[in-house]
């Protein structure tokens, strides 16, 4: 059963406005969060993490908050460009070894 | 630094055949993983190393087998192929305990008909 989900396949947004991808957790002994960015044909490579200490994390243009009462975690980009254009996962740490459990990715197209 | 590739890129293999995926980095890091994932899916863990010698399963181990003989190096070996293991694989790699962002190599895409 899924422990990390990503409930929006898809998203499309234009060039300059918000995007805002969601992410829900089961398990509230969650205490860390990651975002992964993923191109096609490519690997997937880090953007963005959170602590569950704090209830927001910045970086440039990418802002990560985090509601635990919720278990609800979202990925904001702003402005959105085109080269944003990407399939997005949220992950967390489970059972150790810094393994991961993913969503199943969200892919954002961000049109001129 | 190369971080972490794989090979091959592509690779079709018939129903029964075997191959090795191969992963290697160069980051020094201890712990290594694959995943596969599947059309409109997550990443899924098959198998995980946190060092030469030390391997265990992950989510999705069955028909999958793994080795870790050197820090750099961590095979995935595939025996008697079956169109479910059709999939994209990726190795990451990651410092230690704790440290939880990965770094990914490009992926094997594989298809067993």
């Known amino acids: 059963d899924q422990q990390v989900k990503q409930n929006s396949p898809s998203l499309s947004v234009q060039e300059g406005r918000i995007s805002i991808l969601n992410c829900d957790y089961t398990?509230?002994?969650?205490?860390?969060f990651l975002w992964y960015k993923k191109y096609p044909a490519e690997g997937p490579t880090f953007l963005i993490s959170?602590?569950?200490?704090?209830d927001k994390n910045e970086d440039g243009r990418f802002t990560v908050f985090l509601n635990k009462s919720a278990k609800h975690l979202s990925l904001h980009i702003v402005p959105s460009q085109p080269g944003d254009s990407a399939v997005y996962f949220c992950?967390?740490?489970?059972?150790?070894?810094?393994?991961?459990?993913f969503g199943k990715g969200t892919m954002l197209l961000v049109s001129p | 630094n190369a971080g972490v590739t794989q090979t091959p890129k592509f690779r079709i293999l018939k129903i029964g055949q075997s191959m090795t995926l191969q992963c290697t980095q160069d980051?020094?890091?201890?712990?290594m993983y694959w995943y596969r994932q599947d059309p409109g899916m997550g990443l899924k863990l098959i198998y995980y190393?946190?060092?030469?010698?030390?391997?265990d399963k992950g989510e999705v181990p069955n028909g999958y087998n793994v080795s870790r003989s050197t820090t750099e190096d961590f095979p995935l070996r595939l025996e008697l192929a079956a169109p479910s293991q059709t999939s994209v694989y990726f190795c990451?790699?990651?410092?230690?305990?704790?440290?939880?962002?990965?770094?990914f190599g490009p992926g094997t895409r594989l298809t067993v008909t």
């Open positions: 980051m020094n890091h201890n712990y």
């Open positions: 992950a967390a740490p489970v059972g150790g070894y810094s393994t991961l459990t």
């Open positions: 398990n509230s002994m969650f205490d860390y």
């Open positions: 190393s946190v060092g030469a010698g030390i391997t």
């Open positions: 959170i602590s569950s200490i704090k």
């Open positions: 990451a790699s990651s410092y230690r305990e704790g440290s939880y962002e990965q770094y």
